[in-house]
């Protein structure tokens, strides 16, 4: 008989919806004659704590048991929320799952995870743990969940071995993130006083947040000048602004180039129309359908995830975690199947064979999503599931809509001498074609009518502009960030699509070389656990860091802890080698060690930190309170009198004037009266300066000698 494991019960009730024997249901499993199908929930097993590898007396967080590297991670069945013991449920499964898998009858055993890396290895760990002996292994690989699907998959299965590598990946990425959490996160708890969840890629996602609120909180607006002319010709007003820019004591230069084009003249050289197709946009990728969700119905990311998923194990969207917009070249046959569906129900659709749609190069395990054959009752889905379902079959229509959307493409040039060419283009639609099925919300723009020859009037004036600061990410340009956080926006991608041109080579390049900040699958989970950290906060379509965020951040500063996007990447890089086959799982996890390795060299844990940086870690005694005789040692924010309770308000900030006050200074200062002269302070208006502390009235107050 073949045993099929599955991710979870929803999917094994689809499996066998597409098992053409009959199953019966038994307990934790269905069987029939020759296939048994049962399901793991999710994650079964977890990695092993440091305490299993370094035990401690007290079982406490300690820094004597820091950093861990395991020379082999052991892996444990998941525990209860509350800790105290193996989940129930997850025994029981585990325990049915064991017995399966060792039946005399049972000669084959077929992996079923979701057709992820995260999948493969749910699945492989089961089977590693609960057989005994030596079985055929295969893998199911089911890009949606249809019985039509399933039934042809299982006709189509692999060996369980060709998914090694990517199995690799996805136990160097698990290795790594225990690594980085697990170490970090306990050392910077300890160290600071207050719960820090650090993480290979929460760190880098909050620092971007973090350093794009900095800058709009810190931007001075700048004054400066262009030169621009509003007249009439021919009856009708012509706009044109310059491209140079005059900085805001350059007025005099303004107005002196506004004359000199005046004096020069404009003249019409060239008028050009023509009738051009607008193409619709690309087919959706998890976040670009992200993107849009976000945008158009301030849908969280966490939100449209858990709805795209459960529309996925219904059977009515293809599989979800792709970073592709692009379908594969063998899906062709599947997509005509589809398309014919779709106009049965009146839509004007037909099969295109474009490098635009079907492109093998963009893809790395699975394509873009679409809709299935199977299309649901509008009765059945929920509004959210609704607007979610309605936006992929939308955009899939689109793109392959039989009617073209037709529009007038007009450009007008104008030149001053050789000063300097204007550009103005109009667009207007003819024929609506898609975009009577996708949102396009472009609106006509006519040209004035001006031809060849024509003098137009100018009268060019300075005008003066302010800079203006940076935007709050959002869900889309965080997204995009984290597609690529080493990309330049262009402008004129939008352009570009709308044209039928494709520039996205450096997108995907960026995707499969592992620069992305987390995967589709992870993101929403991960930002997700910064808002639940206290982070960062989510308001409509708009992310800001949060009091606890730039903590966050600062104290890792404070840490010599850097995880910015360029180390992230590299490591992101490393587990794509290890898909590849480049590299092995142990050189990537060496990788991440001797990252870590570095922050622990350089922050202290076992080594004492350069004198005038160590901030020491939360409860280190200071020394005696000179206002009530007390003990003064490091808390959460300050170095503080252990008698508050009986009101002594003696405290020494950690951080003052953006500069960290070492502990060893706050000892000098209660043993001597005053700290060493320390520089690097910066007041409110962004002024450095250098200055002591120094006791007065049992307080501890600046001194600028």
């Known amino acids: 008989m073949v045993l099929i494991i599955a991710e979870k019960p929803s999917l094994a009730r689809n499996i066998v919806a597409g098992i053409s024997e009959k199953m019966n249901e038994k307990d934790g499993y269905y069987i029939g004659e020759q296939y048994i199908v049962s399901w793991a929930f999710g994650h079964l097993f977890s990695l092993a704590d440091i305490e299993y590898y370094k035990p401690t007396e007290s079982g406490r967080w300690t820094l004597d ?61 089961c089977v590693e743990n609960a057989l005994k002996g030596e079985k055929s292994q295969k893998r199911l690989w089911l890009p949606d969940q249809t019985p039509e699907t399933v039934s042809k998959a299982l006709l189509e299965m692999k060996d369980e071995s060709e998914y090694d590598n990517l199995a690799g ?164 046959d599947k997509m005509k199947s589809i398309i014919s569906n779709i106009s049965k129900l009146g839509y004007p659709v037909r099969f295109k064979d474009s490098k635009h749609i079907f492109d093998d190069s963009k893809i790395e395990a699975h394509s873009a999503l679409t809709p299935t054959y199977k299309i ?36 007008i040039k104008i030149k001053v001498g050789e000063l300097e060419e204007f550009s103005l283009k109009g667009t207007v639609i003819l024929e609506k074609g898609w975009t009577k099925f996708d949102d396009y919300t472009k609106k006509d723009k006519i040209l004035p009518r001006l031809a060849v020859g024509d003098n137009v009037n100018i009268d060019f004036k300075p005008a003066e502009k302010q800079t203006t600061p940076p935007k709050h990410y959002t869900i889309t340009t965080l997204n995009n960030y984290l597609k690529n956080p080493f990309k330049d926006d262009k402008a004129k991608a939008k352009e570009l699509e709308e044209s039928g041109e494709v520039d996205d080579a450096d997108d995907y390049k960026a995707i499969f070389e592992g620069l992305e900040l987390g995967t589709e699958a992870t993101r929403s989970g991960i930002i997700d656990n910064a808002k639940k950290s206290g982070y960062i906060e989510l308001k409509k379509d708009v992310y800001t860091i949060l009091p606890g965020g730039e903590y966050f951040i600062e104290s890792l500063g404070r840490l010599s802890i850097s995880m910015d996007k360029y180390k992230t990447s590299e490591l992101g890089k490393a587990l794509k080698k290890v898909y590849r086959g480049e590299m092995s799982v142990t050189d990537s996890v060496k990788l991440a060690e001797a990252e870590i390795s570095d922050v622990f060299e350089k922050g202290g844990a076992n080594i004492p930190v350069v004198q005038g940086v160590d901030t020491g870690k939360y409860g280190d005694i200071v020394g005696i309170c000179p206002a009530c005789g007390k003990q003064v040692v490091r808390g959460k924010f300050s170095y503080g009198c252990t008698g508050f309770d009986d009101g002594c308000k003696f405290r020494v900030g950690i951080n003052i004037c953006r500069r960290d006050i070492p502990i060893e200074e706050v000892r000098r200062l209660l043993a001597e009266g005053a700290t060493e002269k320390l520089s690097g302070f910066i007041s409110k208006n962004g002024k450095r300066f250098d200055g002591r502390l120094i006791l007065k009235d049992n307080n501890a107050v600046f001194n600028f000698d």
């Open 376 to 411: 649901p009752p509008k009765e059945k889905l929920s509004a959210d599931e609704s607007k979610v379902y309605s936006t992929v079959f939308r955009r899939f229509v689109a793109v392959f809509c039989a009617e073209e959307c037709i529009a007038e493409k007009s450009e």
């Open 65 to 125: 048991n820091l950093p861990c590297f395991p020379e082999k991670f052991k892996f444990e069945l998941r525990k209860a929320d509350n800790k105290k013991g193996v989940d129930a449920g997850v025994k029981k499964q585990f325990g049915i799952l064991t017995e399966l898998c060792n039946r005399p009858d049972v000669d084959t055993i077929v992996n079923a995870g979701d057709a992820d890396r995260e999948g493969e290895i749910i699945v492989r760990l």
């Open 169 to 332: 990946e996805g136990y160097a990425r698990t290795y790594i993130d225990w690594l980085y959490g697990v170490n970090l996160t306990r050392y910077a708890t300890i160290k600071t006083g207050k719960l820090l969840r650090v993480g290979r890629v929460i760190a880098p996602i909050v620092r971007a947040i973090y350093d794009r609120d900095m800058e709009i909180r810190n931007f001075k607006p700048e004054k400066y000048y262009v030169i621009q002319s509003s007249e009439e010709t021919n009856g009708e007003k012509v706009e044109l602004t310059s491209k140079l820019k005059f900085a805001k004591d350059e007025e005099n230069k303004a107005l002196e180039s506004a004359k000199l084009y005046n004096d020069t003249g404009a003249v019409v050289t060239n008028v050009s129309s023509k009738k051009d197709n607008i193409f619709p946009g690309k087919l959706y990728s998890l976040s670009t359908l992200q993107n849009v969700l976000g945008e158009k119905y301030k849908m969280s990311m966490t939100d449209s995830l858990k709805i795209i998923q459960k529309l996925y194990e219904e059977g009515y969207l293809t599989y979800p975690r792709t970073n592709s917009e692009y379908l594969a070249t063998a899906e062709k």
